[in-house]
Nanobody, 124 residues
Framework: QVQLVESGRGSVEAGGSLRLSCKVTADPYTLNCMGWFRQSPGTEREGVAR????????DYADSVKGRFTISVDNAKNTVYLQMNSLKPEDTAMYYC?????????????????WGQGTQVTVSS
């Protein structure tokens, strides 16, 4: 059984920062490939960032490169998304996800497990 629970929802002004957390419960207790996605009203869910917890470089959507950072704490079974220099267009529901297979794509179909989502609102 794999469960993902996000936390860190909030509202900030443009230019501000926010950190999201995703606690993973799994047997075995391993994070494998973790990703963050987001979805705003009227849009499809899009990949924001992903990381292979076994090694390799993280990957980011062009819209967040240089502003967002994905990281993991294996001891706490937790993945983070640090969001800096936030823009109003970053407003969305953010979802944590895990893949048991490939870890070279941000495609939604590559991820098998999903959290419930947490709301991020950025005002201008």
């Amino acid at each position: 059984q794999v469960q993902l629970v996000e936390s860190g929802r909030g509202s900030v002004e443009a230019g501000g920062s926010l950190r999201l957390s995703c606690k993973v419960t799994a047997d075995p207790y391993t994070l494998n490939c973790m990703g963050w996605f987001r979805q705003s009203p009227g849009t499809e869910r899009e990949g924001v960032a992903r990381i292979n917890t076994l090694g390799g470089e993280p990957d980011y959507a062009d819209s967040v490169k240089g502003r967002f950072t994905i990281s993991v704490d294996n001891a706490k079974n937790t993945v983070y998304l640090q969001m800096n220099s936030l823009k109003p267009e970053d407003t969305a529901m953010y979802y944590c996800a895990r893949s048991d297979g490939v870890c070279y794509t941000l495609a939604r179909t590559a991820f098998s497990y999903w959290g419930q989502g947490t709301q991020v609102t950025v005002s201008s």
